[in-house]
T-cell receptor
C-alpha cells in the first residue's frame, strides 16, 4: 500500500516568504507527527495530531509555525515569514494508534531559505 | 533536561559485528526505538524495546536495560548496504519521542 507522502520534496524560499508543506499519512493512521531535522542531527519534535485534534504543539519553535489537520487525514505545516534558521528537512510521520506504536515516515521536505 | 547520547560515528568491516550504544535520561520512559536512516532518506523502523532484555530480529538485535538507562543495537554479518545513520529514540512520559543525534555507521570492504 501507499506510504506517507510529502510535498514538495524540495522548497527554496526567500527570507520573509510564507511556505506550506503537505503531508499525506497512511490511510487509517490516527496519529500524525511533524519533525524538523537539521543536517547531522536527529529529528526534533514539532507537533502531534490525533485525528484532527492537535494534542501537542510544544515543539513548534515560534508563532511563525502553524500546523493543521482539519479532516483528520492530510496535514499542512505552514511557516510564515521564513528565516534562514528554518532551513532543514521537515519530516512527517504517521502511526496507526495514539499510544506507543511504530511511526512511518515520509520522505521529508527539504526547505532552504535564502 | 532530556538527553540521549550515542556515538557520532563508527566504522566496521563487511561481514563483522558492530554494537551501537545509546544512553538516555528522559522524563519518564514508555519504550525505546531504533531507526535506520540512509543519507537523504526518511528514518525506517528497526526495533522497539519496552522491557529489559534482548530482542532479536534477523541480523539485528536490540537490548534494553531500564535501570541503567542503556540500550544497544547489534548488527551482525554486516553488509555494505548497512552503511547508514542509526537513531535511538525514547518515548517519554508525555508520549513525545525524544531522538538522539544518530550514529553514522561506515562499512568498509
Amino acid at each position: 500500500g501507499a506510504g506517507v507522502s510529502q510535498s514538495p520534496r524540495y522548497k527554496v524560499a526567500k527570507r520573509g516568504q510564507d511556505v506550506a508543506l503537505r503531508c499525506d499519512p497512511i490511510s487509517g493512521h490516527v496519529s500524525l507527527f511533524w519533525y524538523q531535522q537539521a543536517l547531522g542531527q536527529g529529528p526534533e519534535f514539532l507537533t502531534y495530531f490525533q485525528n484532527e485534534a492537535q494534542l501537542d504543539k510544544s515543539g513548534l519553535p515560534s508563532d511563525r509555525f502553524f500546523a493543521e489537520r482539519p479532516e483528520g487525514s492530510v496535514s499542512t505545516l505552514k511557516i510564515q515569514r521564513t528565516q534562514q534558521e528554518d532551513s532543514a528537512v521537515y519530516l512527517c510521520a504517521s502511526s496507526l494508534a495514539g499510544e506507543v506504536s511504530e511511526q512511518y515516515f515520509g520522505p521529508g521536505t527539504r526547505l532552504t531559505v535564502t | 533536561g532530556q538527553n540521549i547520547d550515542q556515538p557520532t560515528e563508527m566504522t566496521a568491516t563487511e561481514g563483522a559485528i558492530v554494537q551501537i550504544n545509546c544512553t538516555y535520561q528522559t522524563s519518564g520512559f514508555n519504550g525505546l526505538f531504533w531507526y535506520q536512516q540512509h543519507a537523504g532518506e526518511a528514518p525506517t523502523f528497526l526495533s522497539y524495546n519496552v522491557l529489559d532484555g534482548l530482542e532479536e530480529k534477523g541480523r539485528f538485535s536490540s537490548f534494553l536495560s531500564r535501570s541503567k538507562g542503556y540500550s544497544y543495537l547489534l548488527l551482525k554479518e554486516l553488509q555494505m548496504k548497512d552503511s547508514a545513520s542509526y537513531l535511538c529514540a525514547v518515548w517519554d512520559s508525555n508520549y513525545q519521542l525524544i531522538w538522539g543525534a544518530g550514529t553514522k555507521l561506515i562499512i568498509k570492504p
